[in-house]
């Protein structure tokens, strides 16, 4: 079993709806988890954080962590064109390093 | 604030040279993480360091991979008699005095071996 899973993709929805993206992971233990956006071609850059379970918004992007089902969810509301790019699902364990899914591609219609 | 700086930005070497990648963390952070994307695959944790420490380096190739962080100046990875499986990117991130931070990326140095 992979430490952490995200939805295969690619996820394609039109402007303005909302982009669900998916991640489970497999370590009781991890502490801390991250949403990072990576277009092609360039570094990862942090979207959110989370770390109790429950909602966690910031403007259009909402985290969501439920460390009992070992879940968290990344939704993208009023998708934007802007918002085409892979998004990668991150945690912290018991160390300092971070483990990485594979990866959704998301793509938004114009 | 300037962000993390890695150089070169773009790296070609021919098999059995060396490479030797840079980075530059943010201000005021001293913990520098090490990571390697290999082409269509998702990120890989190679090593952790902090000033002349290396903290955790399980992520590494056992052989002719090393990395260091003297006091003064880059962290370096260092990749000896690179291998054509070596092309990929090659990202460095850092983190501030406290590691419970998140960690924020450099742009990554992308090598390609011939």
């Known amino acids: 079993q992979k430490e952490v899973e995200q939805n295969s993709g690619p996820l394609s929805v039109p402007e303005g709806a909302i982009a669900s993206l998916n991640c489970t992971y497999s370590d009781r233990g991890s502490q801390s988890f991250f949403w990072y956006r990576q277009y092609s071609g360039k570094s990862p850059e942090l979207i959110m954080s989370i770390y109790s379970n429950g909602d966690k918004e910031d403007g259009r992007f909402t985290a969501q962590l439920n460390k009992a089902s070992q879940y968290v969810s990344l939704l993208i509301r009023d998708s934007q064109p802007s918002d085409s790019a892979t998004y990668l699902c991150?945690?912290?364990?018991?160390?300092?390093?971070?483990?990485f899914g594979e990866g959704t591609q998301l793509t938004v219609n114009p | 604030n300037a962000g993390v700086m890695q150089n070169p930005r773009h790296l070609v070497r021919r098999r059995g040279q060396e490479a030797r990648l840079r980075c530059s963390p943010m201000?005021?952070?001293?913990?520098v993480y090490w990571y390697r994307q290999l082409p269509e695959e998702g990120l890989k944790f190679m090593v952790y360091l902090q000033k002349e420490n290396i903290i955790d380096e399980s992520g590494m190739p056992k052989e002719r991979f090393s990395a260091e962080f003297p006091k003064e100046g880059p962290s370096i990875l260092r990749i000896q008699q690179v291998v054509r499986g070596d092309s990929a990117a090659y990202f460095c991130?850092?983190?501030?005095?406290?590691?419970?931070?998140?960690?924020?990326f450099g742009p990554g140095t992308r090598l390609t071996v011939l």
């Open positions: 201000k005021g952070h001293s913990h």
């Open positions: 991150a945690l912290k364990t018991s160390g300092s390093r971070l483990t």
């Open positions: 991130a850092s983190e501030p005095e406290r590691a419970s931070y998140t960690q924020y």
